[in-house]
């Protein structure tokens, strides 16, 4: 079987598990990545070059850079796919594959599993049930939208992950003052109606345009919440016969169909409506979700992403048949917080549900796993409670000066 070249670009270490099955599968491994987390422990045994780029600001490259390094790469090295690993690098790959005609998501479709204004019209073209929003290109754009949709709204980066650089504005007096404060970086910004609710995400495996794996779970602590506030990260999957993962299934569905994507892994954000109990789409994005969100779908299902998105991958480029392992069944959870220690002490919260503790510095990070939702669910809310009690540490969120 023929040996194919993988190029993975990374700003963030991640991907430990997607790099060494393609490895297993036979396939050379070259890794680009940030020069400030060179010293990580990336999986070294299962990649055969790497290559390292210098940081602008956080997990920004110069893309001319990145162009010119991949030009040189390629004299050496037929490139058979670039694979991005984290949501950062999704326009990276993207504009590699564009420059060098690699297939794959080119940078017209990427847009829609990264930027939220591209994702906004696409869902709305699409009968997708979302947030109203508009652009922030025209001032008079801007004033038609808050009069006709009603405060309090929130300004989003286009292309930020999770819920980084997000502003809640709550009267029209602060909506110019907020604008005018993003300076030239207007334009990466789009304004949206606020939807207080209930937050979902849903984790799938894509194969031949086909949803081959689903998992739904629900935000604990929605991420913008902690984002702002600091706090306790949690998340707990839902049964698969609930009247919620049967709404998240046909919703995710459709947004995955509408937008394009032909195989891969997704992570797909929605919102439940508090006024009105309606699925709102929030956000999706073509790779693997964060926040070890794979560990709690591990723990349920026993389905590793990043493996079984190696697995894809390799069959697609290898033209070989590709069949998922029958998933299980368990209720799993996830909570993770900032600690004032370095190394927590985890004895107060040992018990049989627990999979693993995370292995992150000056983080408390545990998944659970049980036959019975009830039991996760009082673990969680256990843990959160010993956490605020005797570990938290909440930082100021960064905020991003105006140019």
Not at 83 to 103: H, M, N, T, W
Request: with cysteine; glycine share 6%.
């Amino acid at each position: 079987m023929k040996e194919n070249t993988i190029v993975c670009i990374s700003c963030y270490y991640k991907g430990y598990d997607f790099m060494e099955e393609m490895k297993n599968l036979g396939n050379k491994i070259i890794l680009i990545t940030s020069e400030n987390i060179k010293e990580k422990n990336w999986p070294w045994h299962a990649i055969d070059e790497v290559y390292y780029m210098s940081e602008i600001e956080s997990s920004v490259w110069n893309l001319d850079d990145l162009v010119q390094g991949f030009s040189y790469l390629a004299k050496k090295n037929k490139i058979d796919a670039v694979i991005a690993l984290d949501d950062y690098d999704v326009e990276k790959a993207a504009l590699v594959r564009e420059v060098f005609r690699i297939p794959g998501m080119g940078q017209t479709t990427h847009r829609y599993f990264r930027d939220k204004l591209a994702m906004r019209q696409m869902a709305k073209d699409s009968g997708i049930d979302a947030p109203e929003f508009s652009s922030i290109f025209n001032d008079e754009t801007v004033n038609e939208f808050t009069d006709k949709y009603p405060a309090p709204w929130v300004l989003k980066p286009r292309s930020e992950a999770s819920a980084t650089g997000i502003i809640k504005i709550k009267s029209k007096e602060e909506i110019w003052p907020a604008i005018e404060n993003l300076g030239d970086k207007r334009h990466y910004y789009l304004l949206e109606s606020f939807k207080p609710g209930d937050v979902f995400h849903v984790d799938s495996l894509v194969y031949k345009k086909e949803i081959i794996f689903t998992s739904a779970s629900q935000y604990l602590s929605p991420p913008m919440k902690v984002s702002h506030e600091g706090g306790v990260f949690r998340t707990k999957t839902l049964g698969r016969y609930s009247e919620e993962f049967k709404a998240l299934d046909a919703a995710n569905s459709k947004v995955l169909k509408s937008f394009g994507l032909h195989h891969g892994a997704t992570h797909t954000e929605f919102i439940r409506g508090k006024e009105d109990g309606k699925w709102y789409f929030l956000e999706t994005s073509s790779r693997v979700g964060g926040a070890h969100i794979p560990d709690m779908v591990e723990a349920s299902s026993g389905i590793n992403l990043w493996r079984e998105w190696a697995k894809i991958e390799n069959a697609v480029l290898k033209g070989l048949d590709y069949q998922l392992a029958k998933p299980t069944g368990f209720s799993a959870g996830l909570i993770i917080a900032l600690a004032k220690e370095k190394s927590p002490d985890r004895e107060e919260f040992q018990c049989d549900e627990v999979v693993r503790f995370l292995p992150l510095d000056y983080h408390v990070g545990i998944v659970y796993k049980s036959d019975r939702k009830e039991r996760i669910e009082e673990l969680l809310d256990d843990a959160c409670e010993k956490i605020n009690k005797g570990h938290l540490n909440i930082l100021p969120p960064k905020s991003k000066p105006s140019s």
